[in-house]
């Protein structure tokens, strides 16, 4: 390539970028100048092998595959499968092979998966339990076995048939163990016990069916309620009876159950006097902290009420003093074990240990969730205030503003501790008594109410003053997360409702 064309190409590069990928572009060398022809030849036959050099194979090669008798090598020769030497016991001929030898050829050869050989045509019978002698099951009629017999072949039945009739078959000699079990489990049975027992079978399927069908559990259902609702209360879950998601046939039942649960899960009012170091100021930033947690998750309110709940419950229970470093890692396994229980999509660990800005590890939480489950004996169906309010409004059709104000009450119950000792199913009761009182109803309590809490206005009073108390305090700078939480419009600025000075009931 002479210069004039170096040059050349050198004008046309600085225009057009990357212009060695254009066709016929010369091979420039470091220094700008074309290469040598001479030394690119001699790069080539470096690259290209020699006349006396073998030339190496693929590393697959397809070319000699019979799949007869040789087996594929992965490095491309191909191999035939040795064949077996017998051992003669002559020892000099290049043929004879050392047992040990043999011995790992022939275990190699068996261990090779065999072909699958085809189906035969030929019938087998089916190897089965030989039954007992009083074992008469029904006799077909010799009409129909003749003309099975016809059908069948279209000739004559084989001579031996009436002697393979009597004679137990080889197949039936080597019976397994399950055929004797079977056998054995036969002995005693008869015709007619077999046809008693189907028929008392039948008998209880059809009295299972009756009673588990919906239509006759709807009608009682229907029936009870009607019986048990007073003519001045209007029946709730009659209405809803046809709606399987409110399970109204049980849910008196199971709001009554709850009540008898309260007692099993009853909590020392006096706890924190040998929780040395701990302090109802604590307590309380704790509940606040827990607050502000289930606000930023977005969890249910059933997870923050059942979280504090699990606390209150494990530091009542626990014989060992829990020191103050370790109550925000107690609430945090608190609120893990709540999001497990009632959270459809329960945040991660890593989850709770950047909420805790890494002053506990994934090991730390984990540890102190079996600590806590077995304080208190896997018991995690407890009886919420929670749920009774939502029982309570909605069976008695209170207003949206009622009831997240009775919802407001509660949640500043959380950080109340002398209010720990208290009745779930009661403490529902009275907030949603004083919410009704401060939004000036005409009836604060009604028959409805009285029916479906259970309690009158005698039974719930002095709870009732204890909570109006508790929202007349000055709240603390650090506890202001209910407040500001139900202050927004979302829930009605229910924090913003005037108070009542003087309640008479």
Known sequence: MTSKKAAKLDQESSKQPFSYLRKGAGLRCRNGQPCNTQENSKRKANFSPKKDEPVKKPLLDLTNDTRKGNVLNIKGNTTKQPKLIVNKGKTGDENVMPKSMVTRQAKAVAAQ????????????????????????PKSVPETAS????????????????????????????????ENLLYVTALEDCTSEIVSE?????????????????????????????KSLVPPNVEDFDGKTKNDPFEASCYAMDIFNYLKTREAF????GSYLSRQIGLTVGMRALL?????????????????????????????SRHQKVVRKEHLQLVGTTALLIASKYDERVPPTLDDFTYLCDEAYTKAELVAMEGIILKVIDFQLGLPLSYRFLRRYARSTKAPMDVLY?????????????????????????????????????????????????????????????????????????????VRSKYSHSLFYESAKVPLKDNIQL
């Not at 209880?204 to 006759?216: E, N, R």
């Not at 502000?292 to 209150?312: C, G, M, P, R």
């Open 146 to 177: 003749k003309t099975k017999a016809s059908q069948g072949s279209g000739s004559a039945p084989h001579v031996g048939a009436e002697k393979r009739s009597e004679k137990p078959s080889s197949l039936d000699s080597s019976k397994s163990e």
């Open 265 to 268: 899960f009853s909590i020392d």
């Open 405 to 481: 104000l009775a919802r407001y009450i509660l949640e500043m119950s959380l950080m109340e501790y002398s209010l720990v000792s208290r009745s779930d199913s009661k403490m529902a009761a009275a907030a949603l008594l004083l919410a009704r009182i401060m939004k000036n109803l005409d009836e604060s309590w009604n028959p409805a109410l009285e029916y479906y809490t259970g309690y009158k206005v005698s039974d719930i009073k002095d709870l009732v003053h204890e909570l109006n108390a508790m929202i007349h305090k000055t709240p603390r700078d650090g506890l202001m997360a």
């Open 287 to 315: 509940v606040d902290w827990m607050v502000e947690t289930q606000e930023s998750f977005e969890l249910n309110h059933e997870t923050l009420y059942l979280a504090v709940k699990i606390v209150d419950l494990f530091l």
């Open 197 to 225: 027992k189907a028929a008392e079978v039948d008998a209880s399927f059809k009295t299972c069916d009756a009673a588990i069908s919906p239509v006759a559990s709807v009608s009682s259902c229907k029936q009870e309620s």
């Open 113 to 136: 998966p065999k072909p699958a050989q085809p189906k035969s045509t030929k019938y087998v019978p089916h190897p089965r339990a030989k039954l007992p002698q009083h074992y008469a």
